[in-house]
């Protein structure tokens, strides 16, 4: 049964628009994802930690040029969360391609910003000739990746990667761990929604989702790696 959660929000800033899920490779994890609009098909990608919902100023200004797409990654937001699961960019720029296939976008525009803008890239370069154009923002590819964002994000991500004692960080995360890192993120700390961060804190409250933060901020290095990809981008 589908969390009432994964759904009320949304629907909040995107009303009369349904919250699907779709099992990546049949049998792969569950991941939710809006469509919305008409018009050329585009894709958002969201940054690390946050879920579609990041996107909810955007996309209302969308919806008459294109049919927009986004999703929660794979354990992000409210997408399955399989224990276990390969966190790294690989792993994550193969959920992107079975996504796109599965749902047959053709002349895509795929854009993205931080993680999403890495895997813009990188999935363009398997996807060849469905994608028209990528659109890149801030892309993820360099150390110390999120910790840039404020010292208190700095201190945070640090002890949440470190050996031993990062799981235990990483559980506790709140909502005034969360605000004090997010703010970093934004060039108006004013501008960040109370709303998104409470539905943020509701997200990292569900069973196991302080395992896959821990494992995305550890996975910085297979992002930075995957630069040497960028010079497929036709």
Not at 1 to 29: A, C, F, I, K, N
Not at 79 to 94: L, M, V, W
Not at 119 to 140: D, I
Request: aromatic share 10%; hydrophobic share 40%; glycine share 8%.
């Amino acid at each position: 049964m589908t969390d009432p959660h994964s759904v009320e929000y949304t629907q909040r800033w995107l009303p009369g628009v349904p919250v699907e899920y779709l099992p990546l490779s049949g049998s792969g994890p569950k991941v939710r994802f809006i469509r919305a609009g008409n018009g050329p098909s585009l894709l958002l990608m969201h940054t690390v930690r946050t879920q579609l919902d990041i996107f909810q100023r955007v996309i209302p200004k969308l919806v008459n040029s294109f049919t927009v797409y986004a999703f929660d990654y794979p354990g992000f937001g409210w997408s399955e969360i399989a224990p276990g699961a390969d966190y790294r960019e690989p792993a994550f720029r193969k959920h992107v391609v079975q996504l796109v296939k599965q749902l047959d976008l053709r002349e895509l525009t795929l854009a993205g910003e931080s993680m999403g803008a890495t895997l813009a890239l990188t999935a363009s370069t398997e996807l060849r000739e469905r994608v028209r154009q990528v659109v890149a923002f801030n892309t993820y590819d360099y150390l110390p990746g999120l910790e840039r964002a404020n010292l208190f994000a700095s201190i945070i991500i640090k002890s949440v990667r470190a050996p031993i004692i990062g799981p235990l960080f990483a559980a506790l995360e709140n909502r005034p761990i969360l605000k004090g890192v997010m703010r970093g993120g934004v060039y108006d700390s004013k501008t960040m929604p109370d709303d998104f961060l409470d539905e943020l804190n509701r997200v990292g409250k569900r069973p196991g989702y302080s395992k896959v933060a821990r494992a995305v901020y550890r996975s910085l290095r297979s992002y930075v790696a995957a630069r040497k990809l960028y010079g497929n981008v036709t």
